[in-house]
């Protein structure tokens, strides 16, 4: 097998790509002007359509380096139609794309493959944000809507104004992430004191950025949550015509297929109606605080915010075969857990929804399960190993890939990990390079990356670790490929 990696090409002629049958998509061949000028089949004496099934079934990992071969084999590695036969072949991979930033605002995105854990750096967004969406924003405006508050906030929010990467980048704090389509998201946020609506997609089989579509408001800190193959945003911020920050009660859902965006009704706050003061509801404003995709509708957990307080008040669910939103049950919105800045982390396995919840502990936190029969969250995993890193403004994430739960934070060394939550019944096991070695916050690193630790019946095993310096985590996502 190996020798066919090697072979030297034979000298031009031309090949296209095509399906040989509709009824039979799995039979395909190459078709000229596609892939390049010459004529020549992808392995020697080997059909393409052949071929195109080996490169089905090879690890995605390794398109990298396929793509160097020879240009044929480079438009192959770069067409829909190998990643289409993928899905049908059932060799599709779950990739985790993981959101840092660092000390000067700086984002970058990096990818794990969790099968060869290995990680690649993604290519930075270009500078492309819309001049229109930032020149209305003032500095003064910014700064009067947060007077009063936290000094370190408010250095913060001088940090993002007028602030230009040596790159060309201008800063973007508080955008959110999303996929779709098998693709990745990155959605509105703040550049020059100004909410911005532009929206950038990462195509992983071009390993490109484009600009998509962008969203009909300006929003920062809004969240996001796929739902038959469609983008959902709800709620953020936005900058005021006459100064200030204002909360958002809309709504949108964009349509990856056609490209377009779509109005939704806005959230009601039902709770809101029932703060417990009324100079309580003039000075909290409503926000919502998370969203999550379950049983086939959009769970959207709100609280009453003045930074840094937070007060929950239950929660909306909208309902897309009615496009109507409804209350949250009381049980599931009172009982959602809430990690640092008020934000609620949850994430759908397997179908029951679980959500993180860090309690009081600096060196553990639960895992918690919605109880939709009892309308309650109850706990399933007692301990998670993790560490106090107060002062990060997102100390920890919560994903769920391959059929199981993962915590991805740093550990005490200042790697980032991504464990995972195996059931082991009650048995704590260990890599033949380290003797039964407990997780206590997390301390394994990728030397012993097979390192588990009990946990009641659950076992953390670190599946991959590594350092991004000064990097803090921003977000995560999950693509299918």
């Known amino acids: 097998m190996g020798a066919f ?66 240009r044929n084999w480079k438009a192959v590695m770069a067409s829909p139609e190998l990643f289409n036969l993928r899905k049908e072949l059932g060799t599709t991979e779950e990739w985790l794309y993981l959101l840092t930033k660092f000390e ?3 984002l970058l995105w990096h990818a794990l493959d969790p099968r060869s854990k290995k990680w690649q750096k993604l290519p930075p967004i270009l500078n492309g944000f819309y001049q229109d969406d930032y020149k209305k924003g003032l500095y003064g405006l910014l700064m009067r809507s947060i007077a009063g508050q936290s000094s370190n906030f408010t250095n913060i929010i001088r940090g993002w104004v007028g602030r230009k990467h040596a790159s060309g980048l201008v800063p973007l704090t508080g955008c959110a992430t999303g996929t779709a389509n098998g693709c990745l998201y990155v959605l509105g946020g703040f550049s020059k004191a100004c909410a911005m609506r532009c929206v950038w997609r990462y195509d992983p089989i071009m390993n490109v950025w484009s600009e998509a579509t962008p969203m009909s408001v300006g929003r920062a800190y809004c969240k996001t949550s796929i739902l038959n193959n ?60 998370g969203m999550t995709s379950y049983k086939g509708r959009l769970c959207v957990p709100q609280s009453l915010s003045s930074w840094p307080f ?9 309902d897309p075969e009615t ?29 029951e929804l679980y959500a993180l919840d860090p309690s009081t502990s600096l060196c553990s936190g639960k895992i918690k399960a919605y109880d939709e029969k009892e309308d309650a969250w109850k706990v399933v995993i007692g301990k998670v190993p993790m560490c106090d890193f107060s002062e990060s403004e997102y100390p920890y994430l919560l994903t769920g890939f391959h059929g199981k739960l993962h915590v991805i934070m740093k550990d005490e060394n200042r790697k980032v990990v991504v464990m995972q939550a195996d059931l082991c019944n009650n048995i704590a096991y260990s890599s ?11 301390r394994s690193s990728v030397e012993h990356s097979n390192s588990m630790a009990e946990s009641e019946t659950v076992v953390w095993k670190v599946i991959a670790a590594t350092n991004f310096g000064s990097a803090e985590l921003v977000s995560c996502q999950v693509v299918d490929i």
């Open 310 to 318: 937070f007060v929950d008040v239950g929660g909306d669910v909208y």
């Open 230 to 289: 469609k983008l959902y945003v709800v709620g953020g911020v936005s900058h005021r015509s006459h100064g200030g920050l204002a909360p958002l009660q809309s709504a949108e859902v964009f349509n990856p297929c056609t490209g377009n965006w779509s109005e939704l009704p806005s959230m009601p706050f039902s709770k809101v109606q029932v703060a417990p003061a009324a100079f309580l509801a003039d000075m909290l404003k409503p926000i919502a605080t």
């Open 323 to 351: 496009n109507c939103w409804g209350e949250m049950p009381i049980g599931m919105g009172e009982g959602w857990p809430v990690r640092q800045a008020g934000t609620k982390l949850s994430v759908v396995v397997d179908g």
């Open 104 to 106: 000067d605002d700086k």
């Open 432 to 442: 033949a390079s380290s003797s039964s070695t407990s997780l206590a916050c997390a």
């Open 5 to 70: 990696w090697s072979m030297s090409r034979t000298p031009d002629t031309t090949s296209t790509y095509m399906e040989v049958s509709s009824a039979k998509t799995f039979k395909r061949q190459m078709i000229s002007s596609v892939y390049c000028k010459e004529n020549l089949r992808l392995i020697p004496t080997l059909p393409d359509e052949i071929s195109i099934h080996i490169f089905a079934r090879v690890p995605r990992i390794c398109y990298f380096n396929m793509r160097l071969v020879a």
